[in-house]
């Protein structure tokens, strides 16, 4: 708050003028969010279509993709950080980049194990009903 170098002649306190804006922050246009609300609809109808395509090794950095794309687009246009700072949203989808990344990194080696795994069991069990069975005595 900052005091008004001209206070008001009938009144002898010197008026506050503050510096915190009030009411709505940013009205983003129609066309925007419009436009927006196309895109995360496409890129739905991508993650579906990609869901049943399989490319492979790829799966994961293709669904991680999709959805770095779509977490950008939320945050930067229905949560106003696009208006912001330009600071602030480099380092939000720096983050969201990066994240996708590591998680993506953390998962590279899930090929490895792949064909050592039974449906139903745990990796290194080689069979069931030998654990849960006895023995026979002779």
């Known amino acids: 708050m ?3 170098p001209q206070p008001n002649a009938t009144d002898n306190r010197p008026q506050v003028i503050h510096d ?3 009411g709505v922050g940013h009205i983003a246009p129609f066309r925007i969010l419009l436009g927006v609300f196309i895109a995360l609809t496409v890129l739905t109808i991508i993650t579906v279509a990609a869901s049943l395509v399989d490319f492979g ?3 994961l950095i293709v669904a991680l993709a999709i959805a770095v794309v779509k977490a950008s687009l939320v945050v930067l246009f229905f949560m ?3 208006w912001d700072r330009p600071f602030n949203a480099i380092v939000f989808v720096g983050c969201l980049i990066f994240v996708g990344l590591f998680v993506s990194l953390a998962l590279l080696d899930s090929g490895q194990y792949r064909g050592s795994q039974n ?3 745990a990796p290194g069990v080689k069979d069931v009903h030998k654990l849960l069975t006895p023995e026979p005595t002779h």
Request: charged share 5%; aromatic share 14%.
């Open 2 to 4: 900052y005091p008004n």
């Open 20 to 22: 915190a804006p009030h």
């Open 57 to 59: 090794e790829f799966n």
């Open 80 to 82: 106003h950080l696009i």
């Open 119 to 121: 449906p139903g069991q």
